[in-house]
């Protein structure tokens, strides 16, 4: 696999991020401070758009050439997942209209292929009907993808933690799995928004239009671990449910444990408040870089236990 499409990749989004970052500051269409900010200086939620509009580019660039680097329908879940989140973005859309609309998208990728058919012990099941398998990919879909939604509060979380996923996948695969062009492109296009997420002034945040495009990648990434195309490396052989959720373990967690803590206070389960993992960190004096290196320095610690601990079970 040449280098060249995700150095351009790279390149693109690093342009991008920055010509659409001065477009929006011209227009005073800044991120909003509030209560829960974990910055103090004007920043822009374009971060989502130039990641979709480079990953975009290059997939014009090569199916124009009639080459197919990844599956082109998935662009259509895609786009709608981008467009909710550049929605939410500027109007806050509401929790249940972006809930319907997660449902849409889950239904279409189930059309497409991609659904939890098989269980892989889980329960004592293995192969579950089909009524099962798509209320199944529903459920993990909505979950993921806003696991993924709500953990991007700090700079470079959500885009640290979707590479690590897509990296792990990808390395204990039994070689290249069928979304690693999509995969290693994503990854091309998130690395320059390292410099803009870490610029002390002006910097480019992902937003909802980011976090739940990468959420999506995500959702797709799982299914298709679950999947019969995927097949891992010999001698790394685990139970592939089991796999899929340790991968993905942070933002299940941090999930799980905000909906608990606000459905005990009576609040919505949606309701924004600072008691994520990530808010715990930062309030104990650490900055966001070194809460970001505690975060995924840990969960990779677990899930290499977790990982090892399974071979020998």
Same mark, same amino acid.
């Given at each position: ?12 989004s690093?342009?991008?991020h920055?010509?659409?970052?001065k477009v929006?500051?011209?227009?005073k ?5 509030n ?9 822009t939620?374009?971060?989502?758009i130039?990641?979709?509009s480079?990953?975009l ?9 009639k080459?197919?680097?990844?599956d ?8 709608i ?8 973005d ?11 609309m ?6 279409i990728?189930?059309?497409?292929g ?9 329960f004592?099941?293995?192969?579950v009907?089909? %009524? ?9 879909? %909505? ?21 690590k ?5 990808e390395?204990?695969?039994d070689?290249?799995s069928n979304?690693?062009?999509l ?5 091309s296009c998130l690395?320059p ?6 610029k ?12 739940l ?23 790394f ?11 993905t ?6 999930l799980l ?7 005990s206070?009576?609040?919505s389960?949606?309701?924004p408040?600072?008691n ?12 966001s870089?070194k ?5 995924e320095?840990?969960?990779?610690f ?8 399974a071979k020998?079970?």
């Open positions: 696999m040449s280098l060249l499409p995700f150095i351009i990749s790279f390149i693109i690093a342009f991008l920055d010509i659409i970052q929006f500051m011209f227009y269409k800044f991120d909003d401070f209560h829960r900010s974990s910055h103090n200086t004007l920043a939620r374009t971060g989502g130039g990641i979709f480079t990953l580019l290059v997939s014009l660039f090569y199916y124009f050439n080459v197919e680097i990844f082109y329908s998935l662009f259509i879940p895609l786009s997942m981008f467009i909710i989140g550049v929605y939410d500027f109007y806050n859309a509401d929790f249940k209209l972006k809930f319907l997660q449902i849409i998208v889950a239904k990728l189930i059309d497409q991609y659904h939890i058919s098989n269980y892989h012990g889980l004592g099941l293995y192969e009907p089909r %009524l099962l398998s798509q209320i199944t990919t529903v459920f993990v879909f %909505l979950i993921i993808v806003n696991a993924i939604n709500f953990i991007d509060g700090i700079d470079g979380l959500a885009t640290t933690d979707v590479i996923t897509i990296l792990l996948v390395f204990f695969s070689g290249f979304l690693s062009f995969g290693l492109l994503i990854i690395i928004l390292y410099y803009f997420n870490f002390k002034k002006r910097k480019v945040f992902l937003g909802d239009s980011g976090s495009l990468l959420g999506t990648i995500v959702a797709v990434y799982t299914f298709n671990l679950l999947g019969n195309n995927y097949v891992f490396q010999t001698g052989e685990i139970n592939k449910t089991f796999f899929s959720i340790i991968i373990l942070y933002p299940l967690v941090d444990r905000v909906f608990i803590i606000r459905i206070n009576k609040k389960p949606f309701h408040d600072k994520h993992i990530h808010h715990i960190i930062l309030s104990k004096g650490y900055s870089f809460a970001l290196l505690i975060i320095l840990s969960f990779i677990i899930f290499l236990f977790l990982f090892f601990f020998l079970i």
